[in-house]
């Protein structure tokens, strides 16, 4: 793709049209920040082009093959524990669970190793998948959108995505999200927030090679899925997620989220309780939860 070079100091924010400033130039690439909504986003000439269907990074078989290592690594691990915590955040029973851009699949492979008695439970759906050769072979693979499945979900992950979206995408996705959701739905976010960029990983922004065009707050991605009827929660002490939640009136959605894990569903506990693997998915669930407060 060609590389964009910016051809302004300042402009509009592409999610809440509030004035935006330059913050950062990553491989030639000018990022934005806003301070009214707290969003950064890359070039808005780059962003235009994605929309109109170029990308910056072509989602091949070479992107595939190197994108496998780190997505195994991801799903055999940090994914696992964000796969338990959603399950003790979500106030009401889950009956399906979603990984939301799955990519190859990986996690669905984890959760069939570590809940073999639980896994007919989660779906994975991926829009852009790799060739078949490099994807999960499990039975709730589902390629394609997520609002086109025609099926509903009482809880998720999304991990490692929405920072490759444009806002438009992530306007399309929050509809997708919202004819997948029933009353009570959870959807745990995994990506790395502002303060995350600022503070700790600078180099998460890469246009190019990682794909990082956007990276989100609370505050922007309310501007998205707000307008669905969601509600948008901070993790404490997490600068790389936050939570997506459908109201109900269930009243354990008062409940904070980190008290959650003492009042979750006897369902949801159950799905983390395997014959053969014991609470092992149970206990990591409940320590990661805890862990960065």
């Known amino acids: 793709m060609t590389r964009f070079k910016s051809v302004s100091e300042e402009g509009d924010c592409l999610l809440c049209s509030n004035p935006a400033v330059p913050f950062r130039v990553v491989h030639g690439v000018q990022y934005f920040e806003c301070d009214a909504c707290d969003f950064i986003f890359a070039d808005p000439a780059l962003i235009a082009a994605i929309d109109a269907g170029e990308s910056p990074r072509e989602y091949d078989e070479d992107y595939w093959r ?14 696992l524990a964000r796969v338990g915590e ?5 106030a ?3 009956r399906k669970f979603i990984d939301i851009g799955t990519g190859p699949g990986f996690l669905l492979d984890a959760v069939d190793r570590y809940l073999p008695t639980s896994s007919s439970s989660f779906y994975g759906v991926e829009k852009f998948p790799p060739d078949p ?7 709730n693979y589902l390629c394609g959108d997520l609002g086109d499945m025609g099926m509903t979900f009482e809880c998720g ?32 976010f995994n990506t790395g927030l502002t303060d995350y960029v600022r503070h700790e990983d600078p180099g998460y922004l890469d246009p190019f090679l ?11 991605a309310q501007k998205v899925f707000e307008v669905q009827g969601f509600r948008v929660l901070p993790l404490l002490g997490k600068s790389w997620a936050f939570v997506v939640e459908y109201p109900s ?4 959605q008062d409940i904070p989220l980190q008290d959650r894990i003492w009042t979750a569903p006897q369902a949801n506990v159950d ?23």
């Open 249 to 252: 009136n269930d009243p354990k």
């Open 157 to 188: 992950v999304c991990v490692e995505v929405i920072e490759h979206l444009t806002p438009a995408m992530a306007r399309s996705l929050a509809g997708s999200l919202r004819k997948a959701a029933t009353p009570g739905s959870l959807f745990l």
């Open 271 to 293: 799905l983390l309780t395997d014959g053969s693997m014991g609470t092992v998915m149970h206990i990591l669930a409940r320590e990661s939860a805890r862990a960065y407060r």
């Open 210 to 220: 990682r794909g990082h065009i956007t990276c989100w707050s609370v505050t922007a």
């Open 133 to 139: 050769e490099f994807r999960s072979r499990h039975a």
């Open 66 to 79: 190197s994108e496998l290592e780190s997505a195994r690594d991801r799903s055999f691990g940090s994914s």
């Open 86 to 90: 959603a399950l003790l955040y979500c």
């Open 92 to 94: 009401v029973p889950v």
